[in-house]
């Protein structure tokens, strides 16, 4: 780039051959056409141009003095554009040093340098130099010693890939848990818990026992076998009107044609046609086995009346629930409601009142339960594969319960006196100070029939 000294008007060029040089003789060059051009100006100024020249020599002159005039304004112009760019080149230069300068450096000499492309390259090292990290030393200690120094700790990479694992398997329970409570929203369980905590009075273990087993095999639609539920219990607890809200609530979910109620004395109550009423029983749940498994639906069979059944088709029931070879027949519900063993119900809870009245009814089935096992499996192998919810004796403030929401269904206003009447008709077994209906809510019925 080239650029003019301001102190001896030396005009330096940098060329890309040989480096840097000095232009000789540029200063004498230089101030000889600047005289020569003044000299001119100042004869023609004293000289009168018409008494000496010729018109035709005027003209020429005329000429010659204007490229004179045109070509020093063009020097002196490009001399002014140099300096000027020199001046500001030197300026940066100046504020770039000052700025990079420490503290408390000497001040910058203004003696005059030559740019050559050795400070270029050496300044541009420096700058890209890095400064090298230093390492920490390390202590050695001697063997004797009881210090030691610590190993370092790598940080394993297998690390990541388990944290990456464990998200994944998060993901996957996460998704499944949700499929699951989609699976169970299908059914409406919360629904069905508030009608029976609603409608069923003094069997609330009994409930919660067969909400239980219901949540847990509708929450998916894969099972290795069947559920099936034997409510057990005296007359009047409260288990045909247990199955009938089952199958109302189960209707309205997953519709009629997927819910069977059986009763046996109504649907086979010849044992002349024990053939004919194992065939249809079979064909009728074969095909809504079949409609079901076509909707992804689980189908629920209620038998009522289960005391009343011949052993021919406790036998037919049995292969059914232990049919192994289609997969179809494993995604079902049979629920059997009998009063089978009542005597042995009604015995123990007389007997241990004392203790269920201050424990609760929680340890009842515990306790009660391999009592029924015993004597069920005698009766007919099929309850071996159901599991027992015993429904217990009803108090006398269940019973008034069934005659206020009975009452209240036949639009009679419930007076509290009125009721205490009522259940003062019927029959208590009495057991300290507590009292035990004999036939439950049986006769609420017909009593408020009678009002």
């Excluded at 090292?125 to 190993?151: D, E, G, H, I």
């Amino acid at each position: 780039m080239p650029y003019l000294k301001d102190y001896n008007w030396v005009l330096v060029i940098s060329t890309t051959h040989g480096g840097p040089r000095w232009l000789k003789n540029s200063r004498f060059e230089l101030n000889a056409k600047l005289i020569s051009s003044l000299t001119c100006l100042l004869k023609m100024g004293d000289q009168d141009p018409s008494d000496t020249l010729s018109e035709g020599e005027m003209e020429n002159r005329k000429v010659s003095e204007t490229l004179t005039l045109s070509q020093f304004s063009s020097t002196v112009r490009a001399v002014v554009r140099i300096r000027q760019k020199y001046q500001a080149m030197k300026k940066r230069r100046m504020e770039l040093v000052v700025s990079k300068a420490p503290f408390f450096s000497s001040p910058r000499s203004t003696s005059p340098k030559i740019f050559t492309f050795d400070e270029f390259v050496g300044g541009n090292s420096m700058t890209t130099s890095k400064k090298k990290k230093k390492k920490k030393a390390r202590v050695l200690f001697p063997n004797n010693s009881s210090r030691r120094v610590p190993p370092t700790m790598e940080r394993s990479r297998a690390k990541n890939c388990l944290v990456l694992l464990c998200v994944i398997v998060f993901l996957q329970v996460y998704n499944a848990i949700e499929n699951l409570d989609d699976h169970v929203l299908k059914y409406d369980l919360e629904g069905l818990e508030k009608t029976l905590k609603r409608e069923v009075f003094g069997q609330q273990e009994a409930t919660e026992g067969l909400l239980g087993h219901l949540k847990d095999y509708l929450s998916t639609y894969v099972h290795s076998k069947p559920l099936v539920v034997s409510l057990l219990g005296p007359t009047g607890v409260g288990k045909s009107h247990l199955g009938r809200l089952l199958a109302q609530h189960f209707r309205s979910v997953v519709g009629e044609q997927l819910i069977m109620q059986y009763f046996v004395l109504h649907h086979c109550p010849s044992e002349g046609d024990l053939l004919l009423c194992s065939e249809t029983l079979i064909s009728h749940i074969s095909e809504m086995v079949t409609q079901a498994e076509e909707e992804e639906k689980i189908p629920i069979f209620i038998f009522d009346e289960m005391e009343h059944m011949p052993g021919k088709l406790l036998d037919t029931v049995l292969a059914l629930i232990l049919t192994r070879d289609n997969n179809e027949y494993l995604n079902a519900i049979y629920i059997l409601i009998s009063n089978l063993e009542h005597e042995e119900i009604t015995k123990f809870v007389l007997q241990n009142s004392s203790s269920i009245a201050v424990s609760g009814r929680a340890r009842l089935s515990k306790e009660l339960n391999p009592l029924l096992l015993n004597s069920l499996k005698k009766h007919h192998s099929l309850w071996l594969e159901a599991d027992l919810l015993p429904l217990t004796l009803l108090e006398k403030s269940h019973v008034m319960e069934c005659f206020i929401d009975e009452m209240s269904r036949e639009g009679f206003y419930p007076d509290r006196s009125h009721v205490e009447r009522l259940a003062e008709e019927l029959s208590y077994y009495s057991v300290g100070e507590r009292e035990f209906s004999r036939t439950g809510c049986k006769q609420v019925v017909a009593k408020v029939n009678l009002l």
